[in-house]
């Protein structure tokens, strides 16, 4: 498998001699990708000396990617290879610290890579009486990511719309052989049913960045996706992303800051409007929601508490290219269009060409200043799900069939936002969703829980039992908030179908009933309603903390 070359041949030498490395030349990872990985050596000498890598600095891992995950890549430097050849003589065998694989009369281990939507509703109907569970992610909890862009204004707090993954599966912090590691996995080898994974953060551990490698019998990769930047120069470094709840807080205190530093004297005029210039770049649902709960916020909150300069000049634009709310009915959007319209968002069509510190250059040239730009155009494929070399979906995800199942790999299955059905499946690649998410875990966990039950549970073992009906997606509809107590409701089963769509306060009280009712836990039922109701009678919390 190229997975087990990937990481027989660069993890498993990475761990024998050489802990670490010195920054040269850029290495490539050579299985069908061209993938930026590790640097290569410097100050060996021709002899392959091993002795002088004990001068060699280390690199800092997590500044690879947002993720931090990666496939372990193949070396190709010269002296790279001598010295690993070396390595494998002397030490062939793992020796990085972890769980082994399960033996004959313990319960069969599941290994679940994230805590997204899809991952968590898994690891909450899978039945521990017969799998032990072992979750590996970068956080330990749950965003309920449809009410996260309430939280960057103050509407909720930012502890309700998160749900510790040992509250979703309680065996992960009660049951002796199940775990939960906060870490990042950063390659897998099939054959041996193994992932290598890397610790989040340098928090003093033995080896900085501490690596172990977990075993495996069934393997659900639900790793999710990342912001889509479609390469454009600058965002990744002054744009703010709306994806997680350390996503919102920092929109939350640029915002909050923004204001502040506006009311400072000998503050130019251009300077103030600037400022106080919130651009949302794409029309989707997540931007459009942001947009209207940031207009609310300006003309409940600011106008009310902020001298007269901040009322006249603070405005949000919303960027698109097409139009906004696409998936919408027609008459949803222009609704959409008309309501923000009047709470004081100004739409421009265009395309973004670049991104400086404090302007953005469209492709006709107009160069828009701005204090907040929030970057919201959609996901991709992470890092990880790019690097590893397997058969791939239409927009790169990890190719799957019905069954979730990853073809020629043996009980590796995948799912979620890196997931997507192959073309000789015959079905499309579906949307990068929370309902999709959610409807696959609920699928997958179903089938898991029917195969240990015949006893398929362990590795190798379930080639024989039938794996059922193959997933069905049907769409339940959609919805947005647009703000000031508006929202859209369109519950069409596709672009192109026929059904019920509303726009207007009864599609709010829908809106805000539905997501009440799919919060995880009562707890957070409870926060979010609680946070609502001091809103509305209070308003919102204007302090800037950190």
């Known amino acids: 498998m190229a997975l087990a070359r990937a990481a027989r041949s660069g993890f498993f030498r990475s761990r024998g001699a ?67 050849e070396e390595s494998d003589l002397e030490n062939d065998s793992p020796s990085y610290p972890g769980l082994e694989a399960t033996k004959p009369g ?46 960057c204004v103050g509407t909720l707090e930012f502890r309700s719309v998160t749900e510790p993954v040992g ?46 490698r977990v075993a495996y019998d069934k393997l659900v990769i639900a790793s999710g996706a990342e912001p889509l930047t479609f390469g454009i120069k600058g965002v990744n470094e002054h744009a703010f992303f709306l994806r997680e709840v350390n996503h919102a807080q920092e929109i939350r205190k640029k915002l909050l800051l923004n204001l502040m530093l506006s009311e400072s004297p000998g503050i130019s005029e251009e300077e103030k409007k600037r400022l106080l210039h919130c651009v949302v770049i794409g029309g989707g649902p997540t931007g459009v929601e942001f947009s209207g709960e940031l207009s609310d916020f300006i003309m409940r909150d600011v106008r009310e508490r902020y001298s007269t300069h ?16 696409s998936s919408f009915e027609v008459g949803l959007r222009q609704y959409a269009t008309n309501h923000l319209t009047k ?8 395309v973004v060409k670049e991104v ?14 701005y204090g907040l730009l929030v970057w919201s155009t959609g996901v991709g494929p992470s890092e990880f799900v790019k690097s590893l070399n397997v058969s791939k979906s239409p927009g790169g995800r990890i190719g799957v069939d019905e069954w979730f199942r990853i073809p020629s790999v043996e009980d590796v299955f995948a799912l979620g936002d890196c997931a ?48 059922g009906e193959p997933f069905v997606y049907k769409h339940l509809g959609s919805m947005a908030s647009v703000g000031r107590y508006k929202a859209l409701v369109d519950l069409r089963q596709s672009k192109d179908a026929r059904g019920i769509s509303h726009a207007g306060f009864i599609s709010w009280l829908v809106w805000r009933s539905a997501y009440l009712t799919r919060v995880v836990s009562w707890r957070n039922r409870f926060y979010v309603a609680v946070n609502w109701a001091t809103t509305l009678v209070f308003g919102r919390d204007n302090s800037r903390i950190g």
């Open 167 to 212: 509250r979703i599966q309680s065996a992960l912090a009660t049951e002796p052989n199940s775990y939960f590691y906060l870490a990042s996995c950063t390659s897998i080898d099939t054959n041996k049913h193994e992932v290598y994974c890397e610790t989040v953060g340098n928090v003093g551990l033995p080896h900085e960045p501490y690596r172990f």
């Open 18 to 84: 050489i802990p670490s490395y010195s920054c040269g030349k850029d290495v490539f990872f050579d299985a069908g990708h061209t993938q930026k990985f590790l640097p290569s050596f410097e100050n060996i000498t021709s002899g392959g000396n091993l002795s002088q890598l004990s001068s060699v600095r280390k690199i800092d891992i997590t500044s690879f990617g947002s993720r931090g995950i990666r496939a372990t890549p193949q070396y190709q430097s010269p002296y790279a290879e001598r010295v690993t």
């Open 420 to 467: 997507g059905f192959l073309e000789q499946t015959g079905k499309q690649v579906l949307p990068a969703l929370a309902q999709v998410a959610e409807r696959q875990g609920k699928f997958l966990v179903e089938l898991f829980n029917r195969i240990g039950k015949e006893n398929g549970g362990k590795a190798l073992s379930g080639k024989d039992i039938p794996m």
């Open 310 to 325: 901040v009322k006249d000049y603070i405005q949000v634009t919303l960027i698109e290219a097409n139009e906004i709310l």
């Open 343 to 350: 709470s004081g968002v100004h739409f421009k069509r265009g």
């Open 106 to 151: 313990e319960k069969p281990r599941v290994v679940v890579l994230g805590t997204g939507w899809a991952a968590c509703r898994f690891l909450k109907g899978l039945d521990t009486k017969i799998y032990d569970v072992v979750c590996i992610a970068p956080r330990n909890h749950m965003v309920f990511t449809p009410l996260l862009a309430s939280t």
């Open 356 to 369: 400086h510190a404090k302007k953005i250059v469209l492709s006709d040239g107009t160069d828009v200043p």
